[in-house]
């Protein structure tokens, strides 16, 4: 009877489950899903047009002063190495959301960063109505499902363009080129008055509410603002079209998202 009980106490010891795997700390890919910002265009004056090496998303130029979340992650996960896409296109509003938001779910990527919504005012043509901007990014989230899990997704608000005004029209030179360049004309082009551009506050605002409400819905990060409300430097603006991010306004948002992601607390 003893050996008999001790063999079947050997067969369940055998049977037993072995331990659960601990939960997936970093992802193995990325990929950044955005506008001509995160395509990194205008960066400097020997780099016009777009730069995804530079970009505060995926950027991996070595010596170019922006730690991108890449890099970031690179530092803690070696296993990330070669793995990040940049689908970003310049122009793109939030009703791109869902083709890129496809082609970062064909990537298998397991962090995708989502910053859209520039366009949506500074675009040609009208404003995009709030539902609108509402229902594209819903859009993009369903599709978004279709990431490998586990996975991570970090929504950034809409950047506060406004700002760009208030801190510069009075400068001649800067004035110039956006009057050149026709650069955000909804808020930077002379032919706007100050109700206009009240206006396009206004929308942004409502934009960045929107993705409060909706990541919080799909179970996204959003970085509360921390673009739009960040101080603009002079040194964080490009100096081909004094627009979009420069080298270190890159940077400058690498550095605020980052804090406000998944994995700023996060060991190592």
Same mark, same amino acid.
């Given at each position: 009877?003893? /050996?008999?009980?001790?063999?079947?106490?050997?067969?369940?010891?055998?049977?037993?489950?072995?331990? +659960?795997?601990?939960?997936?700390?970093?992802?193995?890919?990325?990929? /950044?899903?955005?506008?001509?910002?995160?395509?990194?265009?205008? &960066?400097?004056?020997?780099?016009?047009?777009?730069?995804? @090496?530079?970009? !505060?998303? %995926?950027?991996? /130029?070595?010596?170019?002063?922006?730690?991108?979340?890449?890099? #970031?992650?690179?530092?803690?996960?070696?296993?990330?190495?070669?793995?990040? =896409?940049?689908?970003?296109?310049?122009? =793109? #509003?939030? #009703?791109?959301?869902?083709?890129?938001?496809?082609?970062?779910?064909?990537?298998?990527?397991?962090?995708?960063?989502?910053?859209?919504?520039?366009?949506?005012?500074?675009?040609? @043509?009208?404003?995009?109505?709030?539902?609108?901007?509402?229902?594209?990014?819903? =859009?993009?989230?369903?599709?978004?499902?279709?990431?490998?899990?586990?996975? !991570?997704?970090?929504?950034? *608000?809409?950047?506060?363009?406004?700002?760009?005004?208030? #801190?510069?029209?009075?400068?001649?030179?800067?004035?110039?080129?956006?009057?050149?360049?026709?650069?955000?004309?909804?808020?930077?082009?002379? +032919? &706007?008055?100050?109700?206009?551009?009240?206006?396009?506050?206004?929308?942004?605002?409502?934009?960045?509410?929107?993705?409060?409400?909706?990541?919080?819905?799909?179970?996204? !990060?959003?970085?509360? +603002?921390?673009?739009?409300? *960040?101080?603009?430097?002079?040194?964080?603006?490009?100096? %081909?079209?004094?627009?979009?991010?420069?080298? /270190? *306004?890159?940077? +400058?948002?690498?550095?605020?998202? !980052?804090?406000?992601?998944?994995?700023?607390?996060?060991?190592?």
């Amino acid at each position: 009877m003893r /050996a008999t009980l001790l063999a079947l106490l050997v067969l369940l010891a055998g049977c037993a489950s072995p331990a +659960a795997a601990p939960p997936k700390q970093y992802p193995d890919s990325m990929a /950044a899903i955005g506008d001509s910002i995160t395509a990194g265009v205008n &960066v400097a004056r020997d780099k016009v047009g777009e730069n995804p @090496g530079d970009s !505060w998303s %995926v950027g991996d /130029a070595p010596d170019d002063g922006v730690t991108s979340h890449y890099e #970031r992650l690179l530092a803690l996960h070696p296993a990330i190495q070669g793995h990040a =896409a940049d689908l970003a296109v310049s122009g =793109a #509003r939030m #009703r791109d959301f869902a083709r890129q938001a496809q082609q970062a779910v064909d990537a298998k990527a397991e962090y995708v960063t989502v910053m859209l919504g520039a366009n949506d005012v500074c675009g040609r @043509g009208n404003l995009t109505p709030v539902e609108t901007f509402r229902d594209e990014f819903r =859009a993009g989230a369903a599709v978004l499902k279709g990431l490998p899990t586990p996975s !991570w997704v970090l929504v950034v *608000g809409v950047p506060n363009v406004t700002a760009m005004w208030d #801190r510069y029209h009075s400068d001649r030179q800067v004035h110039d080129v956006w009057q050149a360049l026709r650069v955000c004309p909804s808020v930077l082009s002379d +032919a &706007v008055n100050d109700t206009g551009r009240d206006l396009v506050r206004q929308r942004i605002d409502a934009y960045n509410q929107v993705l409060r409400e909706e990541s919080a819905a799909a179970g996204f !990060w959003f970085d509360n +603002a921390s673009v739009h409300d *960040g101080r603009i430097q002079d040194v964080d603006v490009g100096p %081909v079209d004094d627009f979009h991010p420069s080298l /270190a *306004g890159q940077e +400058a948002i690498a550095e605020a998202t !980052w804090a406000a992601g998944p994995f700023a607390r996060a060991p190592g």
